[in-house]
């Protein structure tokens, strides 16, 4: 972790004697590191940097902010982990849900399904000669049967022919 880099710099930075020197290199695979002595043949210089020996007072003071600085990460590193957890719980909430959603739709769809095989639709047509008669024989009553009768009708082509 990133912060665990610095606070490794600094405990070393508090451990040098005086007037001491913390190298900068850079090795092959381009990562900065700090250390006490000069660079490996196989990195790079980047920098020199002079370190005057601190008072026992700014060592304390030092040490306390390093403190400080790592039970403030725990607590964030905490509030992170609580937060992914949460997260994580609510995913988890909505899966579930959308699970039982679609149990449910598919329950009605079987229902559904089932009433229609126990109570198949009645299908009901309009009489003989468009419902303008309505009677056992489709005819209009007491009057005699003419197939003429109905020639208008787009489904009847008689043509009257006498």
Not at 6 to 34: D, T, W
Request: charged share 25%; aromatic share 6%.
């Amino acid at each position: 972790m990133k912060h665990w880099k610095y606070s490794s710099i600094l405990l070393m930075i508090l451990s040098l004697s005086a007037n001491a020197e913390v190298f900068k290199c850079k090795n092959g695979a381009g990562k900065i590191i700090y250390q006490p002595v000069a660079c490996s043949p196989g990195a790079a210089m980047q920098g020199v940097i002079k370190v005057q020996e601190m008072t026992q007072e700014q060592t304390e003071e030092a040490k306390a902010k390093l403190e400080a600085w790592k039970r403030q990460q725990a607590v964030d590193d905490a509030a992170k982990l609580e937060a992914e957890k949460q997260r994580q719980a609510e995913l988890e909430k909505q899966e579930s849900i959308e699970l039982q959603r679609r149990g449910v739709v598919a329950q009605e769809k079987q229902a559904i399904a089932e009433q229609q095989r126990q109570n198949p639709p009645i299908i009901v047509a309009p009489p003989y000669g468009g419902g303008r008669y309505w009677n056992n024989g489709g005819f209009p009553p007491d009057s005699s049967y003419d197939p003429y009768m109905m020639q208008h009708h787009p489904h009847h082509h008689h043509e009257r022919g006498e």
